[in-house]
C-alpha cells in the first residue's frame, strides 16, 4: 500500500456544478499526478504537480483545474462538471522500487456527472 | 504521436493453460515501459519496470519482456486468482505516461 487515499470514493452531481476531489499522500513524495479512466482509452495524464504551488497540464486538462498548498494534499477541481467528465479519477505518485521508477495509484474516485 | 497498444482486449484461460499478453509501443523516447494489474474496483498495482531492449523481469508466475517495438507479458500455469485486467504503460520523458487500454484475463478453474 502506497499511502495514498482519495475523497471521496463516489459522487454523483449534477452538469454545471463545481466539484473538488481530494488525494492524500503519506509518503512525502513530491510528484502528484491526476489520472481519469475511461473504457477503451485507458488511463489518461490530467495534470501533475512536480512541488508545492508547482503544477502543469497533461493530455486531457481542459476544463479541470489543479491546487497543491501542502505536499501531502492535490486537489482537482471540475470548474462546471460535464457529463463528458463522468469517469474514474485516479490520484499517483511517483516513487522508487529499490532501482526502478514507477507510479503508484490511489483507490480512486467514481464521479458521475448527471 | 507516442501510442500504446494492447492486445488481445480480453483473454480467458483455463487453470494451468499458459499464454501472453502484448503490448506493442510507438514512441519518440523510451525512459521506461511499465506493467500493472488492476483489479475490479482498484487502483493499478506496480508490477514491472522495464528499460531495455532484451531485458527480462519475472514475478512468481508473471514474466515481463522487452524488445524495440513490443513488450510481453508470459503467464506460466495461471491460477483463478491471476483474473485482472493488465495494463502496459511507456513513459517518453519525465511525468509523461502513456497507457493502453489494458487486456481483460480471466482465468477459469
Known amino acids: 500500500d502506497a499511502g495514498i487515499t482519495q475523497s471521496p470514493r463516489h459522487k454523483v452531481t449534477e452538469t454545471g456544478t463545481p466539484v473538488t476531489l481530494r488525494c492524500h499522500q503519506t509518503e512525502n513524495h513530491r510528484y502528484m499526478y491526476w489520472y481519469r479512466q475511461d473504457p477503451g482509452h485507458g488511463l489518461r495524464l490530467i495534470h501533475y504537480s512536480y512541488g508545492v504551488k508547482d503544477t502543469d497540464k497533461g493530455e486531457v486538462s481542459d476544463g479541470y483545474s489543479v491546487s497543491r498548498s501542502k505536499t501531502e494534499d492535490f486537489l482537482l477541481t471540475l470548474e462546471s462538471a460535464t457529463s463528458s467528465q463522468t469517469s474514474v479519477y485516479f490520484c499517483?505518485?511517483?516513487?522508487?522500487?529499490?532501482?526502478?521508477?514507477?507510479?503508484?495509484f490511489g483507490p480512486g474516485t467514481r464521479l458521475t456527472v448527471l | 504521436e507516442d501510442q500504446v497498444t494492447q492486445s488481445p482486449e480480453a483473454l480467458r484461460l483455463q487453470e494451468g493453460e499458459s499464454s501472453s499478453l502484448n503490448c506493442s509501443y510507438t514512441v519518440s523516447g523510451l525512459r521506461g515501459l511499465f506493467w500493472y494489474r488492476q483489479d475490479p474496483g482498484k487502483g493499478p498495482e506496480f508490477l514491472f519496470t522495464l528499460y531495455s531492449a532484451g531485458e527480462e523481469k519475472e514475478k512468481e508466475r508473471l514474466k515481463a519482456t522487452l524488445t524495440k517495438k513490443e513488450s510481453f507479458l508470459h503467464i506460466t500455469a495461471p491460477k483463478p486468482e491471476d483474473s485482472a485486467t493488465y495494463l502496459c504503460?511507456?513513459?517518453?520523458?519525465?511525468?509523461?505516461?502513456?497507457f493502453g487500454a489494458g487486456t481483460r484475463l480471466t482465468v477459469k478453474p
Open positions: 499517483a505518485i511517483s516513487g522508487r522500487q529499490g532501482s526502478t521508477d514507477t507510479q503508484y
Open positions: 504503460a511507456v513513459s517518453p520523458t519525465v511525468n509523461d505516461m502513456r
